[in-house]
């Protein structure tokens, strides 16, 4: 749940990895949990310290607008029972996406009530090569000609310790082939963690 993707200027930026094989060991069985399609650290979403989301969860939108006919479209998605197994107290996920269809805002906000998670990640995963200025907290995709960039604005960011990083994400047979995907995460420690806003703009 929570999870988005991006598309521009013939290129998809942020990827969503679906399901994988129905012919996979168990699939709807005890190893379900066990794909890295089937949990969310397999999506653009957020993870406390690698809990799985709630096997039935689901969410519900709010404050869906559009400001006018130039504005931006903006909508929020209740996520607090995908993070039942966690313990978080409430979890939304805000989304603005500009008229132009260039920027993609995404605003977290955490309550972590009695929750004892220790970390708090945030995923993105792409074909794009990633190139991470951690001096400026800002990352840049490129895919052939095109560029885009990332950037946390400080401005609506709670999050002590903030880290930025990357990594290869190749899955071993019998899970389908991710060959080329890479996966972007802002990482810190839960509790003092409490909003994180992303820009993605080309």
Not at 35 to 45: D, E, K, W
Not at 114 to 135: G, L, P, R, V
Not at 179 to 201: D, E, P, W, Y
């Amino acid at each position: 749940l929570g999870s988005f993707v991006f598309e521009s200027k013939g290129h998809r930026w942020a990827i969503d990895l679906g399901s994988d094989s129905y012919a996979l060991p168990e699939y709807f069985g005890k190893k379900r949990f066990t794909y890295y399609r089937l949990r969310n650290i397999g999506h653009n979403t957020l993870t406390f310290d690698d809990d799985n989301i709630g096997e039935k969860a689901n969410s519900s939108l709010y404050d869906v607008a559009c400001t006018d006919s130039d504005g931006d479209v903006t909508a929020t998605a209740n996520l607090t029972a995908a993070y039942e197994p966690s313990h978080i107290k409430h979890v939304s996920r805000k989304l603005s996406i500009s008229h132009s269809m260039k920027t993609l805002s995404i605003v977290d906000s955490i309550d972590y009530g009695s929750s004892q998670a220790k970390e708090m990640t945030w995923s993105m995963h792409t074909y794009a090569a990633i190139d991470i200025d951690k001096t400026t907290s800002t990352v840049e995709l490129s895919q052939g000609k095109e560029r885009l960039s990332i950037a946390v604005d400080k401005a609506g960011t709670r999050c002590p310790g903030l880290e930025i990083s990357s990594e290869d994400i190749e899955l071993k047979p019998p899970q389908e082939s991710t060959t080329g995907m890479r996966k972007l995460m802002l990482k810190a420690s839960a509790k003092t963690c409490t909003s994180i806003a992303v820009n993605i703009q080309l």
